[in-house]
């Protein structure tokens, strides 16, 4: 079931979407993918990517390289038009998992990312780790990658259990997570869209061109 008040998001530029997907989903995404890893032959811990916003390397797995993802974030198109009241095309998504004592640093996304869901898949000692979000809009992207947000930026912690997500506009509202991360572990998704007919309409599905129709 989902809860909120969809006008928040335009309100606020972020809406906290309990139980966007229920626990036992979330937890069944986990044991699925390890198992599918195992059965050929990869080692999670060595897909370890650095960057900018990150303190040490985490495991990441962007969804045209695991199509269970892919699947999933397009499933969730029509709940995005729904609580964005827009017409809405996925873009891209992607799996990391931080570990204990982890940071995002403050930032904000590419046109790709124009309505995000950063969606918490588990926590290693069920400890909630808050997504921080600022209140205070941006109109231009620019980039940073800050350890803390300035004190006019206003910023939100929106703590969620697993099968939580937070719906926000990532182009304009910057965000990260400041706070060490408490857990031995804890595995997010991070799936986005764009506005059909918008500016960043181009970015839908990562860039890549979709025929009008299939043939098979």
Not at 108 to 116: F, L, V, W
Not at 176 to 188: E, I, K, L, Q, Y
């Amino acid at each position: 079931m989902r809860h909120g008040d969809p006008a928040q998001y335009w309100q606020q530029g972020f809406l906290h979407v309990e139980q966007l997907i229920p626990r036992e989903v979330a937890t069944g995404m986990l044991v699925r993918m390890k198992s599918d890893f195992a059965r050929q032959g990869i080692d999670v811990a060595r897909l370890e990517k650095d960057g900018p916003l990150l303190a040490r390397p985490a495991v990441e797995i962007y969804g045209f390289h695991y199509p269970m993802f892919a699947a999933f974030h397009w499933g969730l198109t029509a709940t995005v038009a729904e609580l964005t009241g827009k017409e809405v095309l996925p873009s891209y998504c992607y799996f990391r998992i931080y570990r204990q004592g982890d940071i995002c640093r403050v930032h904000g996304d590419r046109p790709a990312c124009e309505h995000s869901i950063s969606l918490t898949l588990g926590y290693g000692d069920e400890q909630p780790w808050p997504l921080e979000l600022a209140r205070r809009p941006i109109a231009e992207p620019y980039e940073r990658a800050d350890p803390v947000f300035a004190p006019e930026e206003d910023a939100a912690a929106v703590a969620m259990a697993p099968g939580d997500g937070v719906l926000y506009q990532g182009v304009h509202h910057h965000h990260g997570r400041t706070m060490p991360n408490p857990n031995r572990w804890s595995a997010h998704l991070f799936l986005h869209w764009v506005d059909r007919d918008g500016p960043f309409a181009a970015e839908a599905f990562d860039r890549q061109a979709v025929p009008a129709r299939a043939e098979f």
